[in-house]
């Protein structure tokens, strides 16, 4: 799934189907023959290319995080786009991974393809562009009334990785529903024990599917309350730091129980001094 709409997506630089950037860091066999120079040289620096440095902790909005850890993979200007987008795919969870592979007309969901329904043609061995954009969708809708103006901001980290969890956990539902509604059936027969002699006994029992999607609503319910939660907490942060009122009221009450220890302190020194009388 893609972050940033205008990323470029992966392509496909070789005729093999391979990208550009995995088919330069192939190391090939030595071949019989004395290399040339050349060959050689090109070896070493295949052998160089291998050697890559992780990126190490550091602070940055997402964008210079994902170019710098580019920037540690490669040099080439080719490469840079699809290493970019990878990242840039997967920087919020498992959610960029979880776009289905296209297989054309064997596709399990393709009576769901708006591709398919609108007679365009199929991405076959790629990365579905209509859950990767579905994903996208659910994540959008929410910026606006989170309040949430630059989604790569480190000051919005958590609440992104909330949003992009709870899609997830939708994508999955969404194709929960499309086995629900293929099949149809909301209860099936199942064995649920065995009578003493050892017959089954069979009942009718909820579909696992349902079971299957109650399971990821009750946590996208739960990301919701750790995103909801998040929110108050900075909300009220924000009341607390520029309400004047409620300074002046925290203020006058610590006025309030200073006075008040005070006098009971008098109050019982001088009964001390009259007991001394």
Not at 121 to 129: A, I, N
Request: hydrophobic content about 35%; charged content about 25%; overall charge negative.
């Amino acid at each position: 799934m893609n972050t940033n709409p205008s990323s470029p997506e992966p392509t496909n630089e070789s005729g093999d189907g391979s990208s550009g950037f995995l088919k330069s860091t192939d190391l090939f066999a030595p071949s019989p023959e004395q290399p040339s120079k050349n060959s050689t040289s090109e070896n070493t620096n295949a052998l160089e290319r291998t050697s890559y440095e992780p990126l190490s902790i550091q602070g940055g909005d997402l964008n210079s995080l994902v170019n710098s850890v580019t920037n540690r993979l490669t040099k080439n200007e080719g490469s840079r786009a699809v290493i970019n987008n990878f990242f840039i795919k997967n920087s919020r969870g498992f959610g960029g991974a979880l776009a289905m592979q296209c297989k054309g007309r064997n596709c399990p969901f393709l009576f769901m393809c708006a591709l398919n329904e609108a007679k365009e043609k199929l991405p076959v061995g790629e990365q579905c562009p209509l859950e990767q954009s579905l994903v996208q969708l659910w994540v959008n809708k929410h910026l606006i009334s989170l309040g949430i103006d630059d989604f790569a901001s480190p000051e919005y980290s958590f609440d992104m990785d909330i949003l992009y969890e709870m899609a997830s956990h939708e994508l999955i539902k969404w194709r929960l529903a499309g086995h629900l509604s293929q099949e149809g059936n909301l209860m099936e027969e199942r064995q649920v024990s065995a009578s003493p002699q050892g017959d089954p006994i069979f009942a009718k029992v909820m579909t696992p599917l349902l079971e299957e999607m109650d399971r990821h609503t009750r946590i996208t319910l739960k990301l919701r309350e750790a995103l909801l939660a998040t929110r108050k907490v900075q909300a009220q942060a924000g009341r607390d730091l520029v309400d004047p009122s409620k300074k002046g009221a925290d203020l006058m009450d610590k006025v309030r129980k200073l006075v008040k220890s005070r006098r009971e302190h008098i109050k019982d020194a001088d009964y001390d001094e009259l007991e001394d009388e």
